[in-house]
Nanobody, 123 residues
Framework: QVQLVESGGGLVQAGGSLRLSCAASGRTFSSYGMGWFRQAPGKEREFVGGISRSGGPTSYADSVKGRFTISRDDAKNTLYLQMNSLRPEDTAVYYC????????????????WGQGTQVTVSS
């Protein structure tokens, strides 16, 4: 099992940057595929990015490609999401997720979820 705690959210102006962190518990962090999802009010939960292994392939939603970067530091049991060139439409609660397997885009495939961190981008 793994517990996930997100941090780094906040209020930022359009065009600005934020880096989200996800601290994971457990001794098998490197065995989990990790991802970020987000959910805006009135909208379905949306895949943002995923990474299966440290330094391995990544996957991103089209809406964030070129602006967001997902990475992980297994020595620190931490997942990151670097968000640049933020837009108001990026406003959402961002969730860190984990599953025993490769990272995928389906939210239902993930076993563990953090509590979420609010990201608000002002125009």
């Amino acid at each position: 099992q793994v517990q996930l705690v997100e941090s780094g959210g906040g209020l930022v102006q359009a065009g600005g940057s934020l880096r989200l962190s996800c601290a994971a518990s457990g001794r098998t962090f490197s065995s989990y595929g990790m991802g970020w999802f987000r959910q805006a009010p009135g909208k379905e939960r949306e895949f943002v990015g995923g990474i299966s292994r440290s330094g391995g392939p990544t996957s991103y939603a089209d809406s964030v490609k070129g602006r967001f970067t997902i990475s992980r530091d297994d020595a620190k049991n931490t997942l990151y999401l670097q968000m640049n060139s933020l837009r108001p439409e990026d406003t959402a609660v961002y969730y860190c997720t984990a599953r025993l397997g490769t990272a995928v885009r389906r939210d239902l495939a993930y076993d563990f979820w953090g509590q979420g961190t609010q990201v608000t981008v002002s125009s």
